[in-house]
């Protein structure tokens, strides 16, 4: 089946500073490629998404990028800012019936001001 | 449009009993999926329905299980809990279970003594 690996585990940067998550997927029938958001307490919030027909999506200061052809997938923040803060997840799914998504095991990000 | 709602928020139970947690979807939304989320093994997807039929399950012993109406309304139930049951149950709802945005409840959180 489908394995996510998600790389770094913990971040640090300052604020104003990139920060650049990174996930990899190992069935390549996956084509739906989601990120969300989740603050200490609270439930995943999607934030940004990409399909396998794109390779690059921007919303802001956030941005996906997907490299089908090596299988992997990053979120990029620009400009962080202390409410960045919270574990970010990446997953993947085959986007057919029963849209189950494969979580990463998520990225805790901590922005310093 | 009102969220994604859990009941209970809260749980605690002991070794060997049963529990039943809900799940009431976006309105509109058809189908409806579930995931465990532990500190250690991440966001893992437990199943997904669509229609009232099961259409996805994931790697997860038969003691867990689950339903729902013909409201869409979900349900899922664990019986003889172990210790290792102790997590916080997400479910999330799409529109139509083709599409594959998941909006997430705000969980429930399960404490096995």
């Known amino acids: 089946g489908e394995n996510v690996e998600q790389h770094p585990s913990t971040l640090s940067v300052q604020e104003g500073d990139s920060a650049v998550i990174k996930c990899t997927y190992s069935d390549s029938a996956s084509n739906y490629f989601p990120w969300y958001k989740q603050e200490l307490g609270k439930r995943p919030q999607l934030i940004i998404d990409i399909r396998s027909n794109v390779g690059e999506k921007k919303d802001q200061r956030i941005a996906v990028t997907l490299n089908k052809t090596a299988k992997h997938f990053s979120l990029h923040i620009t400009e962080t800012q202390p409410e960045d803060s919270a574990v970010y997840f990446c997953?993947?799914?085959?986007?057919?019936?029963?849209?189950?998504?494969?979580f990463g095991k998520g990225t805790t990000l901590s922005v310093s001001s | 449009k009102a969220g994604v709602t859990q009941t209970p928020r809260y749980l605690i139970k002991t070794r060997g009993q049963q529990v039943t947690l809900s799940c009431s979807p976006i309105?509109?939304?058809?189908?409806v999926s579930w995931y465990q989320q532990t500190p250690g093994q991440g966001l893992q997807f437990l199943f997904e329905y669509f229609s009232e039929t099961q259409r996805n399950k994931g790697n997860f012993p038969g003691r867990f299980s689950g339903r729902q109406f013909s409201n869409s309304r979900s349900e899922m139930n664990v019986s003889t809990l172990e210790l290792g049951d102790s997590a916080l149950y997400l479910c999330?709802?799409?529109?139509?279970?083709?599409?594959?945005?998941?909006?997430f409840g705000p969980g429930t959180r399960l404490t096995v003594l």
């Open positions: 309105s509109g939304h058809r189908s």
């Open positions: 999330a709802s799409t529109p139509s279970g083709v599409t594959d945005t998941q909006y």
């Open positions: 997953a993947a799914s085959k986007g057919q019936a029963g849209t189950a998504l494969i």
